[in-house]
Nanobody, 124 residues
């Protein structure tokens, strides 16, 4: 089992930047990839970005490409980040970190372990 704890959320002005952190513990070497998702009020949870531990390949949703990056600390597969730049007001959501252990897609249903989420509020 992998335990995940997000941090770094808060209030930011539209156009600003924020970096989220996700600390992983437990059987971290069982995870193949780490992802970030977000859920705005009244909307479904959506994929934001992900990174594989092997090779460090990154993937970003089209809505955040060029503005978000997902650095990782591959030592013990212990930490991933979500660097968010040029945040629009639509970026207000709860952001979740998740670990994918077995499956292959970036769909939320293919991720096995989830953090509790961290609130990001973008003021216009």
């Amino acid at each position: 089992q992998v335990q995940l704890v997000e941090s770094g959320g808060g209030l930011v002005q539209a156009g600003g930047s924020l970096t989220l952190s996700c600390a992983a513990s437990g059987r971290t070497f069982n995870s193949l990839a780490m992802g970030w998702f977000r859920q705005a009020p009244g909307k479904e949870r959506e994929f934001v970005a992900a990174v594989t531990w092997a090779g460090g390949f990154t993937y970003c949703a089209d809505t955040v490409k060029g503005r978000f990056t997902i650095p990782r600390n591959s030592a013990r597969r212990s930490k991933v980040y979500l660097q968010m730049n040029s945040l629009p007001s639509e970026g207000t959501a709860v952001y979740y970190c998740a670990a994918r252990l077995f499956k292959a897609s970036w769909a939320p249903s293919d991720f096995d372990e989830w953090g509790q989420g961290t609130q990001v509020t973008v003021s216009s």
